[in-house]
DNA sequence: TCCACAAGTCTACAGTCGTATACTTCGTTC
DNA sequence: GAACGAAGTATACGACTGTAGACTTGTGGA
């Protein structure tokens, strides 16, 4: 261990687990392929299946992993609506460039399988954290409407490309989804 | 003229355009190949190219086709909020299996050279309907956000299968929407 | 020192993809 | 009725896909 690990397998899985993230969340499940990904993590493209299995025991886990990245939502339930639309603004912002379970999921989703995976790491990950932080929403339909209106504008943002909602001022976007927003989650209020 | 035509061009091109239309809005631009569009139109695979040039090519006219239907939104201003809502959640019932242009986007978007046909079209077509049906959306976002909305509940509920929303009575999916395109339809009274 | 096992790579296979070229078949018009 | 052009098909090519199997290389412990 004094010089660098040439040989770590644990180093090497959560590298090719990183490249897994940014490729699938940047080209979706069917737009990349493990050789690709591999190339990325600088190793050969079987250690793809030797640590994971397959392609899609790969996107499992980047699900799983990309899911559980608890900064897409506020943690403060009053100004939950607030900092839900200025979180989502910013970072569907043109500049911004990162690496949202939102991009993995609209990029992947017309893939069945990994429709289905998407939906069981959303349902007891995200939605979970919805329900935590606004219990009001729990028993209603409110959480998944929330998390489709930030999917929604995901979509005609970033990977649609809408220039309505890429020229309009960004304070009037803002000021719009908060409103949205505060429809949908009784105990945020308008500050 | 008496019998069947049997080599009619126009309605070859037409049968490949109505099976590239069931085919990209079922599986998406990636995920269905031209020899099987052109299996389910009862014609060779070349055809398509004949027709249409590429691959890429009809996919354009079925974008085109597609958000051209306007039977997506309603048509009075004072219900508008609530026709789209209950056309939403209609459309979008388990047991609906319909040809909506918003799936076609939502399975085609992870293509880089399928979202930028679709954000045409959708610019072109539909957001212009919604401009021509809420004339003060106009010169604000408020128009495309009622498109993100709508897309976002497509996809949680019908590509990727939320149970939340599928499980949940339709009345109550339905308030919850309307309320939503009300505060985005200024226009729109509750009733 | 050397060996056993883990870590990693190479090669190959069977399939699918979009589409270009060459071909055949049909309908129409003189 | 024959021929010309349009409508449609067959074949093939090169690139790419996921992954199985055999192989090599490195490293820690005896």
Redesign the pocket.
Known sequence: ?S?A?????????AAILRAGVEAFTRYG??G???????QAA?????????????????FAEVAEVSMTDRTVLGDDPATLARDIAAALVRRTSPAADNLSPFLLMLRSAANPRAAEILRENIERHVEAHVYEVAPDTRGTDRAAVVLAVIAGFWLLRKVIGSSALNGTDEKTLETTLRQLFETLIPSATTG
């Open positions: 261990m010089s690990h040439r040989r770590d397998a644990a180093a090497t899985r499940f069917d990349v392929g493990v050789r690709e990904i591999a600088g190793v050969s493209a079987m250690l793809v299946n030797r640590y994971f299995g397959s392609k899609e025991g790969l």
